[in-house]
């Protein structure tokens, strides 16, 4: 399947402000399991990266960490050599662009923030006009707590791809739940529902926008 194409909508149940159960995605696509599928291939896949769950974030979150925001999990060897292998390849040759994106997308999986920033805006150096990596690099803004910086990812994203819902939906994430402008963000999850009504995101978005809804202001 491309993986390029849908929302990754992963597992997990998170409670903040009556709102349950979302996961903001980033650009690329789903297996059978609704995640980026398998080991990636070279322009290949992340992980999901939850929404804030309760306030004080999860247990054993590293001290300094914006609330919500996962702790990295412990890398498998098979991905600390793939990392070792990317870092080795964007070395001796730093324009090659799908190294970079795996690279970018390998720190994403183990969220190292600020790397996958770093990969993210090199392969973005080699070709601008990327609307998934710029995704990508909004949601790891965002689990750094910068909400504006996420923000200008996800609508330049969705400049350069009307269709993007990805970052469409995303962009009703941070603004709804982040930034608390509940009216900036249904607008961005209406227009997801109205462009793409039968994708996982307008699903996302429905149900996002029946649990404000219900939830007290």
Do not use: C
Not at 48 to 55: C, N
């Amino acid at each position: 399947m491309n993986r390029n194409t849908l929302l990754a909508i992963g597992a997990g149940l998170i409670v903040v402000a009556g709102l349950t159960g979302y996961i903001i995605g980033y650009g690329r696509g789903l297996d059978a399991g609704l995640r980026g599928a398998g080991p990636a291939a070279m322009a290949g896949g992340a992980a999901p990266s939850a929404l804030p769950p309760l306030p004080g974030g999860p247990p054993g979150m590293p001290p300094g960490m914006p609330s919500g925001m996962p702790s990295a999990p412990e890398p498998t060897p098979d991905l600390v050599a793939r990392i070792d292998v990317g870092r080795r390849l964007v070395a001796a040759d730093p324009k090659n662009r799908a190294a970079w994106v795996q690279l970018g997308n390998d720190y994403f999986d183990t969220h190292q923030r600020e790397r996958a920033i770093e990969a993210y805006a090199k392969a973005l150096e080699l070709d601008p006009n990327d609307p998934n990596v710029i995704t990508d690099q909004g949601v790891m803004y965002r689990e750094l707590g910068d909400y504006d910086r996420a923000i200008a990812a996800f609508e330049k994203a969705n400049k350069l791809d009307r269709n993007h819902v990805q970052s469409l939906y995303n962009l009703g994430v941070v603004w709804a739940l982040d930034k608390h402008d509940v009216a900036k963000g249904t607008a961005a999850w209406k227009k997801v529902i109205e462009i793409a009504p039968t994708s996982p995101q307008a699903a996302q978005a429905r149900q996002a926008l029946a649990d404000l809804a219900r939830s007290p202001r």
